[in-house]
Nanobody, 118 residues
Framework: QVQLVESGGGLVQPGGSLRLSCAAP????????MGWYRQAPGKQRELVAK???????NYADSVKGRFTISRDNAKNTVYLQMSSLKPEDTAVYYC????????????WGQGTQVTVSS
């Protein structure tokens, strides 16, 4: 069973920063697109950011200029650096992996809670 292991969530004040991490099995990390979804109560699931094995990135309009996705090939880990956080960024964030993560990725992490509140 493929495991994506997330860490780094927590409580932060508006305007603050957090970095999420997701460690993946090497075979998954090297072959698949990695991404981050988020799910807030009462809202639709949203693809926040994705990165290809070659390092190309895409972001949701809601986070452009504030979030940065990156990957460390030596550690088989993908990161989501979140800055200028807003209360509306509050959600459970999930790491995902597949050949495409735009629709129904096959592999999901357990989720990590991010709460932006004063």
């Amino acid at each position: 069973q493929v495991q994506l292991v997330e860490s780094g969530g927590g409580l932060v004040q508006p305007g603050g920063s957090l970095r999420l991490s997701c460690a993946a099995p090497r075979i998954i990390f090297r072959a698949y697109v990695m991404g981050w979804y988020r799910q807030a109560p009462g809202k639709q699931r949203e693809l926040v950011a994705k990165i290809t094995p070659g390092g190309s990135t895409n972001y949701a309009d809601s986070v452009k200029g504030r979030f940065t996705i990156s990957r460390d090939n030596a550690k088989n880990t993908v990161y989501l650096q979140m800055s200028s956080l807003k209360p509306e960024d509050t959600a459970v964030y999930y790491c995902v992996a597949d050949f495409t993560v735009v629709t129904d990725p096959n592999y999901w992490g357990q989720g990590t809670q991010v709460t932006v509140s004063s």
